[in-house]
């Protein structure tokens, strides 16, 4: 569970919010699950029409052996595992994840709005609030689960992503699907 | 799991704290403590849940929550039933969260969830909503604005919408939190159009079943429907379209009360508008609140006991299915102009608008004494759709 600790950020509102949701009631929604070890409760993804988002929610290990994912795939992006750590100038940024997630066994791994997450790295089609979206996470022994996770409006998650050869990219992924080119705000 | 034993924990905590206090002031709290049932919780009002799946919606006959909101929205250019189906998803993910005391998905603020007291949110189509779906063809004869009354002076920013939420709970956090949360969620899809706020006593400030009173002081709801006993007058049947069967019509009125009119209104004045006496909302001709009024009494000068002109006999009339159940709440906005800032959301549920609501409307605009003090400035008619049963999302038999 320490690997998930490394940033404080780790600890923001939605990741409590999952870590609740997970010691709970059960969700009566049906959590996305996979054959073998890992389930996913509370899966969901940030609404993007374009560029970059995101996915979040909470991994579980039922087995009694950690469990490291290396690679995310979906059929709207690659995708690639980041996590949040604090640059030379201490700002927030976004980064790959170096040697993946550990899911630890008997454990869980949080993926939350400024921590760790899975990343979609340049949508080729919207993601609409309200649409699903299937996501494939791949162990470093090629075990692979599938879970659909539904997509939702999030104005927050706009981190600074620093990719690897060329600096600074900012993640503007929208947040609004494509109903309307200029959602009102919210009262 | 350790939140939940830290919880615990600290009710124990506090439980203590309190049997310390009571001691410490000679007991005098101890009465009102042995009063309740050593069962309840300290936050057992918070904790209380009301469920969401079912062959009706929750919040309409749902024992009243002491606060409530209505939120109207209008649809954004371009939503259509594909969308409206993604928003129904969505807003029945965060619904069932919500009133389970659970946050929503995206939740910003969990902490907030945790205490839904019996929070429920009552999904409402108007007939914009319908014609966006491209199913004007399923609405129901009822489904429009009511037709104009010469009491009414409705303002557009208390009427109409293509979709409301009727959100209700015995705490305003919880109330806000929710409309907050189902607000952003569907920023995509609608704009606001209005919200309105309504409150009855608090819980605990009166004993359960006792009829509310509005802010002219009067016993407000005595002869209401009987969720239960009148369930064919309440609930859409076989013969409605079928995403209605086991949904409702809601209409929604903002009604102004002329508060400082009011006060120039002596009590007997004021029982006579009614025909019911302030003390406990019995009928001029009775002594118990829920004795049935005797029209047909007269005094010793040969009139009325109950004025023909009174509210009690204009709210009748001949037809005994010309009722509705009514499930309103106060409002008090110190913002709003005089005259305007004190008064009642009326709400009421039914199966059919045109021949329950109607009726009586009409017989009020026509001679009420109640009139001279109240005004109609917001109005709303809105298909409340069947509950969504397992596996559901609401409205799905109309737009799935």
Redesign the interface.
């Known amino acids: 569970m320490s690997r998930m600790h490394r940033s404080p950020v780790a600890f923001a509102?939605?990741a409590?919010?999952l870590?609740?949701?997970l010691?709970?009631?059960q969700?009566?929604?049906d959590p996305a699950t996979a054959d073998g070890a890992l389930t996913f409760t509370?899966p969901?993804v940030k609404?993007a029409d374009s560029g970059m988002t995101a996915a979040f929610g909470t991994v579980v290990n039922s087995s009694d052996e950690d469990v490291v994912l290396v690679a995310a795939r979906s059929e709207v992006s690659l995708m690639e595992l980041h996590e949040m750590a604090t640059d030379a100038s201490g700002g927030m940024v976004m980064r790959a994840k170096e040697g993946g997630f550990v899911v630890p066994a008997q454990g869980s791994l949080e993926l939350a709005p400024g921590g760790e997450h899975l990343m979609f790295m340049d949508l080729t089609s919207p993601l609409?609030?309200?649409?699903d979206v299937e996501v494939t996470v791949v162990a470093d022994d090629d075990r692979s689960w599938t879970f659909t996770a539904?997509v939702?409006?999030?104005?927050?998650a706009n981190e600074e992503y620093v990719g690897e050869t060329d600096g600074t990219t900012d993640e503007t992924g929208g947040?609004?699907?494509s109903?309307?080119p200029m959602?009102?705000?919210?009262? | 799991?350790?939140?939940?034993i830290g919880r615990r924990g600290f009710l124990q905590t506090g439980a203590a704290a309190i049997g310390g206090a009571a001691l410490g002031a000679g007991g005098h709290l101890a009465w009102q403590t042995a009063t309740r049932s050593p069962a309840a919780a300290a936050d057992a009002v918070g904790r209380a849940v009301e469920p969401f799946r079912g062959e009706h919606q929750h919040g309409v006959d749902t024992v009243p929550q002491s606060f409530a909101a209505w939120l109207a929205f209008d649809l954004?250019?371009?939503?259509d039933r594909e969308?409206l189906?993604?928003?129904m998803?969505?807003w029945t993910?965060d619904i069932?969260?919500l009133t389970?005391?659970?946050?929503?998905?995206?939740?910003?603020?969990?902490?907030l969830a945790?205490t839904p007291a019996r929070l429920t949110v009552t999904v409402a189509y108007g007939p914009g909503l319908l014609s966006a779906a491209g199913r004007d063809d399923l609405a129901p004869p009822w489904l429009a604005p009511l037709p104009p009354f010469s009491i009414d002076r409705l303002e557009d920013r208390w009427s109409g919408g293509d979709v409301v939420l009727q959100v209700c709970a015995d705490d305003t956090l919880a109330i806000a939190h929710a409309g907050?949360l189902l607000?952003?969620?569907?920023?995509?899809?609608v704009?606001?159009r209005w919200?309105q706020q309504g409150f009855r006593a608090s819980p605990g400030a009166t004993a359960p079943g006792t009829t509310m009173r509005n802010l002219m002081g009067q016993v407000d709801g005595t002869r209401n429907l009987d969720p239960v006993a009148d369930a064919d007058l309440l609930w859409c049947g076989a013969d409605a379209p079928e995403w209605l069967v086991g949904g409702t019509s809601m209409v929604v009125r903002r009604i102004a009360m002329d508060l400082d009119g009011w006060d120039l209104v002596d009590r007997t004045g004021r029982e006579f508008t009614i025909g019911r006496r302030l003390s406990d909302g019995s009928p001029l001709t009775g002594v118990d609140e829920h004795d049935e009024p005797d029209l047909g009494a007269t005094d010793e000068l040969g009139l009325p006991v109950i004025d023909m002109a009174a509210h009690l006999r204009r709210a009748r009339t001949e037809d005994p299915d010309a009722r509705f159940l009514r499930r309103g709440y106060n409002f008090h906005d110190p913002g709003e102009p005089d005259g305007r800032s004190s008064g009642l959301v009326f709400v009421t549920f039914q199966r059919d608008v045109l021949t329950q609501y109607l009726p009586v409307q009409r017989s009020l605009d026509r001679l009420d004494l109640l009139n001279t003090w109240t005004t109609p400035v917001g109005s709303a008619v809105l298909a409340v759709p069947a509950g969504p049963l397992d596996g559901e999302f609401l409205g799905e038999r109309l737009l799935g």
Request: proline share 12%; glycine share 10%; with cysteine.
């Open positions: 509102a939605p409590l919010a870590l609740l949701a010691t709970g009631c969700s009566s929604t509370d969901w609404a609409a609030p309200g649409d539904p939702r409006t999030f104005t927050g947040t609004h699907g109903e309307s959602p009102t705000s919210a009262p | 799991m350790t939140d939940g954004l250019p371009g939503v969308a189906v993604r928003l998803r969505i993910d069932e969260r389970a005391g659970r946050p929503g998905l995206t939740d910003t603020e969990p902490e945790m907050r607000t952003t969620q569907a920023a995509t899809f704009r606001p919200t």
